[in-house]
């Protein structure tokens, strides 16, 4: 598991071309606001306050990004699909958010965010599209597993792979409060950044 040694905010875009140009694997959180996407980094980082929690849902339109341990990137993407967003502001997410899966060469995981409580919808399904088509390994995080009994999350994922047409083994209950799931998102995001490492080595 990585150990948390050292993690800064680098800086907030939004527009591609202010995006920061590294070599550095990047690692992107997505999903609806008030998902948990501030509270789960914030859990996984092991820092309280590094993504402000419960800031006005759908407001900021940005990506904030990231380095940890001086070697990995981590893109914050703006939460989607709130419904009080007014219309302009909710019309420039998905450019953004498209153009960013498409175009960020340094992308090497994905993690799309469903509350364990709901189903995904719309943008959830589109993303998730988007993310397929430009072949972006992507992990399906569930958030606030806590809230429901085991009995009651077996059936959700059930539900909610259903919805999705993807395997249990793409999905991972997550808690920001118990902190379940920490080790296994760890592992997933030094896999995969190590990976492209090693890729990189070789040319
Ligand atoms: P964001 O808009 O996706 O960044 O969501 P936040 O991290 O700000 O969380 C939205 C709300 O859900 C806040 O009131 C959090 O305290 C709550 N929340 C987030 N994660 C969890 C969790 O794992 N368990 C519980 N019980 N509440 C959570």
């Given at each position: 598991m990585i150990k948390i040694k050292d993690v800064y905010f680098l800086k907030s875009?939004?527009?591609i071309s202010e995006f920061p140009e590294y070599e550095y694997p990047e690692v992107a959180f997505l999903g609806r606001s008030n998902v948990g996407k501030s509270s789960l980094i914030n859990m996984l980082m092991n820092r309280k306050r590094l993504v402000k929690t419960g800031s006005s849902p759908g407001v900021t339109k940005t990506i904030n990004f990231?380095?940890?341990?001086?070697s990995i990137s981590i893109a914050d993407l703006p939460g989607f699909g709130y419904a009080n967003v007014r219309r302009g502001l909710k019309k420039s997410f998905m450019p953004l958010m498209s153009r960013y899966i498409a175009g960020r060469k340094n992308?090497?995981?994905?993690?799309?965010l469903i509350d364990i409580r709901r189903l995904p919808e719309r943008h959830e399904k589109e993303i998730l599209h988007l993310l397929g088509k430009n072949r972006i390994p992507t992990a399906?995080?569930?958030t606030k597993c806590d809230k429901l009994s085991r009995g009651k999350q077996a059936g959700r994922i059930k539900d909610?792979?259903?919805?999705?047409g993807v395997g249990q083994g793409a999905l991972f209950p997550t808690s920001a409060k118990t902190r379940s799931g920490r080790k296994e998102l760890l592992d997933l995001i030094a896999d995969y950044a190590g990976r492209r490492r090693?890729?990189?080595a070789r040319v």
């Open positions: 875009c939004g527009k990231f380095i940890l341990n001086g992308l090497v995981l994905a993690f799309l399906i995080a569930l909610i792979c259903g919805e999705l090693e890729a990189l």
